[in-house]
């Protein structure tokens, strides 16, 4: 099992604004910058300056280490379960928001997780030969231990998938 990846908390607040909201990055820069972006489209008063970011380790949130079931799986097998679970580079947060795949019975990928026992088949599909997949638990552990820590972070491929 790979070792367990911590992602960073920041509490935010806004000169002018009345209410705070928790921001992930791995620096106060980044997590000032961010919170930058999203309140300049709406206000373009806002400054560097006005933007006060504070470390909230509280609010980290622990990604799991790569389960050993996992380590052996096909990165394109691995892109399936990410993509069945929801994560993206774009909103890494959102991993685990969803848990199914629908595809052909004989998908190669598929059939690879599924003897790794990250996803299993569930129900029958639409079309003949087809049916929808869904993740198991130790498959959400696996997705969350390859899910990037922060916005715009690559996968964290394990070095051993092809």
Same mark, same amino acid.
């Given at each position: 099992?790979?070792?367990? /990846?911590?992602?960073?908390?920041? /509490?935010?607040?806004?000169?002018?604004?009345?209410?705070?909201?928790?921001?992930?990055?791995?620096?106060?820069?980044?997590?000032?910058?961010?919170?930058?972006?999203?309140?300049?489209?709406?206000?373009?008063?806002?400054?560097?300056?006005?933007?006060?970011?504070? /470390?909230?380790?509280?609010?980290?949130?622990?990604?799991?280490?790569?389960?050993?079931?996992?380590?052996?799986?096909?990165?394109?097998?691995?892109?399936?379960?990410?993509?069945?679970?929801?994560?993206?580079?774009?909103?890494?947060?959102?991993?685990?928001? /969803?848990?199914?795949?629908?595809?052909?019975?004989?998908?190669a990928g598929m059939?690879?997780?599924?003897?790794?026992?990250?996803?299993?088949?569930?129900?029958?599909?639409?079309?003949?030969?087809?049916?929808y997949f869904q993740?198991?638990?130790?498959?959400?552990?696996?997705?969350?231990?390859?899910?990037?820590?922060?916005?715009?972070?690559?996968?964290?491929?394990?070095?051993?998938?092809?």
């Amino acid at each position: 099992m790979s070792a367990p /990846r911590t992602r960073k908390a920041w /509490r935010v607040t806004v000169r002018g604004y009345d209410h705070e909201s928790t921001v992930y990055a791995n620096s106060a820069g980044k997590a000032r910058y961010s919170v930058f972006l999203d309140v300049s489209d709406v206000n373009d008063r806002i400054s560097f300056p006005d933007i006060r970011v504070l /470390r909230q380790p509280g609010a980290d949130m622990e990604m799991p280490g790569l389960p050993p079931e996992a380590a052996g799986v096909s990165k394109m097998a691995l892109a399936k379960l990410l993509h069945a679970c929801g994560a993206t580079r774009e909103q890494p947060e959102k991993c685990g928001s /969803r848990d199914h795949f629908y595809c052909s019975t004989g998908d190669a990928g598929m059939a690879e997780l599924v003897s790794a026992g990250l996803m299993r088949p569930k129900g029958t599909g639409w079309a003949k030969g087809e049916c929808y997949f869904q993740a198991t638990q130790l498959g959400q552990i696996a997705a969350r231990a390859l899910c990037p820590l922060y916005q715009g972070d690559d996968f964290a491929w394990p070095e051993v998938a092809a």
